[in-house]
């Protein structure tokens, strides 16, 4: 069975910096793209990160560029969301998913192609 756990939340000051790491089992880690998802209340999911099987391609929403950093440990079967520079609006429920498609090369921006998700990590960016 497939297992995310997401941790590394909590509470930050705005311009402060927090790492979320999200820990897999369950499936070759190195064959799948990871992806980071954030929900913030009475707001719709959005995709926030995602990077490559190999950690060769990441990519990233707009307004996190230049302030959020993805990467993966292969070895660790973790992939570490860094967030720097971090916003009131960044507060949301952040959460990791997996994409289904082995050593898929494309993008994988949209919710709905993932398949297991995290319960999720609690960013509250104070201001």
């Known amino acids: 069975q497939v297992q995310l756990v997401e941790s590394g939340g909590g509470l930050v000051q705005a311009g402060g910096s927090l790492t979320l790491s999200c820990a897999v089992s369950?499936?070759?880690?190195?064959?799948?793209?990871i992806g980071w998802f954030r929900q913030a209340p009475g707001k719709e999911r959005e995709f926030v990160a995602a990077?490559?099987?190999?950690?060769?391609?990441?990519y990233y929403t707009e307004s996190v560029k230049g302030r959020f950093t993805i990467s993966r440990d292969n070895a660790k079967n973790t992939v570490y969301l860094q967030m720097n520079s971090l916003k009131a609006e960044d507060t949301a429920v952040y959460h990791c998913?997996?994409?289904?498609?082995?050593?898929?090369?494309?993008?994988?921006?949209?919710?709905?192609?993932?398949?297991?998700w995290g319960q999720g990590t609690q960013v509250t960016v104070s201001s």
């Open positions: 998913a997996t994409d289904p498609r082995r050593y898929y090369t494309g993008t994988s921006y949209g919710s709905d192609v993932y398949d297991y």
């Open positions: 369950g499936r070759t880690f190195s064959a799948y793209a």
């Open positions: 990077i490559r099987y190999d950690g060769g391609r990441t």
